[in-house]
Each structure stands twice: as C-alpha cells, then as structure tokens.
C-alpha cells in the first residue's frame, strides 16, 4: 500500500516562495512516475507537472512553466515542487500523486495517477 504525504505548504506574499515536498511510502518510488495537481476553491483539480521514474522527462502546465520546478530524490524516496515568483492564482491546495510501477513518459492527466496524498493548502496574499 502506497501512502503519499505533502508538507511545506502554507501562506506567502505574491512574488514568493515555497517548496512543497511528497513523501512516499514503499519500495516502489523509484519505479514509479509522479506528479503534482492543484485544486483552486471552486473549480476542479488540475495538472501542475509530471516527472518520470528516473526525472528525464518533465511535464509543466503552462500557467507555471518557468517559475515552477518538479524534482525528486529516489534515494529519499521524495518529490519535490519549487515554487518561485508566486502569484494569488497559484492559491490551491496541492496534491501529489503517483503512477505506481509506471516506467513510461509521465501523464498529465489525472486518470493515469491511482495514488494521491491528502493534499496541501498554499494561500498566496497580494
């Protein structure tokens, strides 16, 4: 059973920063492509960034592309989002889910994620 857990969410002045982390639970995080959703009050989840197994291959939603940055540590068993030069509209709280044993290109689409942690609020004042 994989458990994912988000920490290092919380409230920062636009044109801040933050680092949200993803620990993973199990054996299998090196085998297994990982993203990050966010979920803005009153609209539905949506894709931040992917990253494969090994992080050769990243995926970005536009609206962060640039200031956003996915990473992970296999030897942690960690995944990582830096958040740089945030904006009001990056207030959400931030998911982190995983495609267990899925070696390919990472998806970015919810669909392909079967493991989700419970979430972390990011609040970004103006």
């Known amino acids: 059973q994989v458990q994912l857990v988000e920490s290092g969410g919380g409230l920062v002045q636009a044109g801040g920063s933050l680092r949200l982390s993803c620990a993973f639970s199990g054996r299998t995080f090196s085998t297994s492509a990982m993203g990050w959703f966010r979920q803005a009050p009153g609209k539905e989840r949506g894709f931040v960034a992917s990253?494969?197994?090994?992080?050769?291959?990243?995926n970005y939603a536009g609206s962060v592309k640039g200031r956003f940055t996915i990473s992970r540590d296999n030897a942690k068993n960690t995944l990582y989002l830096q958040m740089n030069n945030l904006n009001p509209e990056d207030t959400a709280v931030y998911y982190c889910?995983?495609?267990?044993?899925?070696?390919?290109?990472?998806?970015?689409?919810?669909?392909?994620?079967?493991?989700w942690g419970q979430g972390t609020q990011v609040t970004v004042s103006s």
């Open positions: 990253i494969s197994s090994r992080g050769g291959t990243i």
């Open positions: 889910a995983a495609a267990v044993g899925y070696l390919g290109p990472p998806s970015t689409q919810e669909v392909d994620f079967g493991s």
